[in-house]
């Protein structure tokens, strides 16, 4: 429902059309936010769709402390190096770079000008990149896709412990995200057993340390040296070297609600810049 523009409920599936007209006429530079994620092997004990269940309720809690259309287009995204583990579904990079420009254009031809990509899942990264380029050149709106905050101290602390250990995929920070969504669809029994996986050369181990002098080079050489599917480097799907079982609720609710105000503060902000002129009708 939406009232003088103010809307009641947010996701575009649940919205008449004369809701999203309404909205549409009467919300001062409408903002649509769109959330993509991916259906794929989260280790033995996260639910096949973590990123995309995490990105819907992270926009959705955007879009209502900004008066914005959310839309998640699509549950899975692009993950071939996750597709020796059963269950995972992966698009192309083609299809994926078509979703977002089509629902991207399909608003746009309503007057949408203004769109917020949020991603959840680092195998999307590259592709939604480029979607904005092209969106905004072919479809003549603004596609932002911001990421942060990082200088917050939770977000340096996180990002420490995430070079350290590789804790970027089933380990303790999707984890604590996870108990503190959806806890139901969270199976910790499966670690009961749990012990390190990652199997790679001893000198790149040496390479994930973020005290070296030379990490900002070496970090880098270890990516590169980086085989390209996940079961090549660890049997149980979980990337790092850190118990999952150490998991902490309470900093992904502080770490959630930081990235909420990030985004609603981007949204905010944005909105005070008017439409520039090439993106005009």
């Given at each position: 429902?939406?009232?003088?523009g103010?809307?009641?409920?947010?996701?575009?599936?649940?919205?008449?059309?004369?809701?999203f007209?309404?909205?549409?006429?009467?919300?001062?530079?409408?903002?649509?936010?769109?959330?993509?994620?991916?259906?794929e092997?989260?280790?033995?004990?996260?639910?096949?769709?973590?990123?995309?269940?995490?990105?819907?309720?992270?926009?959705?809690?955007?879009?209502?402390r900004?008066?914005?259309?959310?839309?998640?287009?699509?549950?899975?995204?692009?993950?071939?190096?996750?597709?020796?583990?059963?269950?995972?579904?992966?698009?192309?990079?083609?299809?994926?770079?078509?979703?977002?420009?089509?629902t991207?254009?399909?608003l746009?031809?309503?007057?949408?000008?203004?769109?917020?990509?949020?991603?959840?899942?680092?195998?999307?990264?590259?592709?939604?990149?480029?979607?904005?380029?092209?969106?905004?050149?072919?479809?003549?709106?603004?596609?932002?896709?911001?990421?942060?905050?990082?200088?917050?101290?939770l977000?340096?602390?996180?990002?420490?412990?995430?070079?350290?250990y590789?804790?970027?995929?089933?380990?303790?920070t999707?984890?604590?995200?996870?108990?503190?969504?959806?806890?139901?669809?969270?199976?910790?029994?499966?670690?009961?057993?749990?012990?390190?996986?990652?199997?790679?050369?001893?000198?790149?181990?040496?390479?994930?340390?973020?005290?070296?002098?030379?990490?900002?080079?070496?970090?880098?050489?270890?990516?590169?040296?980086?085989?390209?599917?996940?079961?090549?480097?660890?049997?149980?799907?979980?990337?790092?070297?850190?118990?999952?079982?150490?998991?902490?609720?309470?900093?992904?609710?502080?770490?959630?609600?930081?990235?909420?105000?990030?985004?609603?503060?981007?949204?905010?902000?944005?909105?005070?810049?008017?439409?520039?002129?090439?993106?005009?009708?």
């Amino acid at each position: 429902m939406s009232e003088k523009g103010k809307l009641k409920r947010f996701w575009i599936q649940e919205l008449t059309r004369p809701d999203f007209e309404d909205w549409l006429e009467n919300e001062p530079e409408p903002v649509v936010i769109i959330g993509i994620g991916s259906i794929e092997q989260h280790g033995p004990h996260l639910p096949l769709g973590m990123d995309s269940l995490y990105v819907r309720a992270l926009i959705h809690e955007v879009a209502k402390r900004t008066n914005s259309v959310c839309v998640h287009p699509c549950w899975p995204g692009y993950s071939p190096h996750h597709m020796g583990f059963k269950g995972t579904i992966t698009f192309s990079e083609e299809t994926l770079l078509s979703i977002l420009m089509d629902t991207i254009e399909s608003l746009a031809q309503h007057g949408v000008k203004r769109f917020l990509l949020v991603n959840a899942h680092g195998g999307n990264t590259n592709i939604i990149n480029l979607a904005v380029q092209l969106c905004k050149r072919y479809s003549k709106v603004m596609v932002a896709a911001p990421t942060g905050p990082s200088d917050t101290e939770l977000a340096k602390r996180i990002a420490e412990r995430q070079k350290r250990y590789w804790d970027v995929h089933s380990g303790p920070t999707e984890t604590s995200s996870a108990l503190l969504l959806f806890p139901e669809l969270v199976e910790m029994w499966r670690l009961e057993d749990w012990r390190p996986t990652l199997k790679t050369d001893p000198r790149l181990m040496e390479f994930m340390d973020p005290g070296r002098p030379d990490y900002e080079l070496v970090s880098q050489v270890r990516a590169a040296c980086m085989e390209p599917d996940t079961d090549d480097f660890t049997s149980s799907g979980i990337y790092g070297i850190n118990d999952p079982r150490t998991a902490d609720v309470e900093e992904a609710r502080l770490r959630f609600e930081e990235r909420v105000n990030f985004l609603s503060e981007f949204i905010r902000v944005w909105k005070t810049i008017p439409v520039p002129p090439a993106f005009r009708d």
